[in-house]
Each structure stands twice: as structure tokens, then as C-alpha cells.
């Protein structure tokens, strides 16, 4: 049974940074392409970062330059790193990995809350 367990939320400050890791099981990460979404409340979920079984990552806009997105394969986990925190990354982090053509898996998902 695959299970991918997130990790790291809680509530900081403005301008504060948080790293989220995100820990598979029963899945070889190295095939995968993983991603971070986020949903904030009343907002569709959407798609912050990526990174490739090859390491190639993207981002969205909102978050460029201040978010870093990791994977370590051989631990089968992911990380994201988030600096210069604003209120509006408030939301709920989930880590997703995918596998062409229709293999998805989702995680359960952790708060972060960014507020003075």
C-alpha cells in the first residue's frame, strides 16, 4: 500500500521560513515525479512546485525565489524549503507524486500558517 506522509507545518511569522518533507512508502520515489500543492481555504488547490525524476524543477510564480523544492531518492522522501514566508502561503501542503500515464498518490496534507 503506497503512503506519502507529510511533515513540518506549523505557524510562523512574516518574512519566516518552514522546510516540509514528505516521506513515501510502498512507492520507489525515483520513478516518480513529485510535486507540493497547496489549498487555501475557499481556494481551489493549486500546483507550487515540481520536481522531475531527472531533478529538473519548477515553480510557480508566486512562490520563485523563495521556495526550494528537494527529493533524496534513496530515502524516499522530499522537502520543501520555504523562506520569506508571506500570509498569503497560508494553507494546507500536500505532496503528490505521479507517474505517466495515470498513477497518482496524494498525501494527507499539513498546515501552514504564516501570521504575526
Known amino acids: 500500500q503506497v503512503q506519502l506522509v507529510e511533515s513540518g507545518g506549523g505557524t510562523v511569522q512574516p518574512g519566516g521560513s518552514l522546510t516540509l518533507s514528505c516521506a513515501g512508502a510502498?512507492?520507489?520515489?525515483?520513478?516518480?515525479?513529485l510535486d507540493w500543492y497547496r489549498q487555501a481555504p475557499g481556494k481551489q488547490r493549486e500546483l507550487v512546485a515540481t520536481?522531475?525524476?531527472?531533478?529538473?524543477?519548477n515553480f510557480s510564480d508566486s512562490v520563485k525565489g523563495r521556495f526550494t523544492i528537494s527529493r533524496d531518492n534513496a530515502k524516499n522522501t522530499m522537502s520543501l524549503q520555504m523562506n520569506s514566508l508571506k500570509p498569503e502561503d497560508t494553507a494546507v501542503y500536500y505532496c503528490?507524486?505521479?507517474?505517466?500515464?495515470?498513477?497518482?498518490?496524494w498525501g494527507q496534507g499539513t498546515q501552514v500558517t504564516v501570521s504575526s
Open positions: 503528490n507524486a505521479r507517474l505517466y500515464p495515470s498513477l497518482v498518490y
Open positions: 510502498g512507492i520507489t520515489f525515483s520513478l516518480y515525479t
Open positions: 520536481i522531475t525524476n531527472g531533478g529538473v524543477t
